[in-house]
């Protein structure tokens, strides 16, 4: 095995050269925006099944959900409950502002099945099969209806 090359600074002083930036991150400001595009995505999701909710085809039931990540520690943002006529219960919960490859994730999800809606540093949702993955898809309402269509059939 090689050894591994000599650095002249310090272990001490990289230690500290790697942690500066960290400590300048505002962490309560990213929690805002991350609750605000959070609250977005639900509201959004809320308006397409508003129509359908006044039919009595689904019920809807926001709710705050738990998260608990290193930097912000225990907080709660929206998450809905839905029940379509017929179908499984489906969640649209939120798991994290800190994922790899994007700048934010909920999961819809009915029973096992479940798609990632991710949010990308334009501040745009995406979905994805959490399986098949494959290129994610711009977030709209036929997108959200042919994954909820998938994950009730399954």
Known sequence: MAKPKQDPESFEEFLKKKGKGEADIDW?????LWNQAAKGLVDLVAGWLQPLEAKELVRMERISWQVNEEQFGTY?????KLQFRGS???????????ILGAAGRYD???????YYVLLTGKGTW??????RRG??????????EAAVREL???
């Open 108 to 114: 819809l999800e009915c029973g096992l099945a479940k």
């Open 126 to 131: 995406q979905i994805v099969h959490s399986v």
């Open 88 to 98: 499984p219960l489906v969640t649209l919960r939120p798991v994290g502002k800190h």
């Open 135 to 144: 290129k994610p898809v711009p977030l709209d309402q036929a997108a959200f």
């Open 28 to 32: 309560n400001a990213v929690l805002q």
């Open 152 to 154: 009730v059939s399954a």
């Open 76 to 80: 709660g943002l929206p998450a809905l």
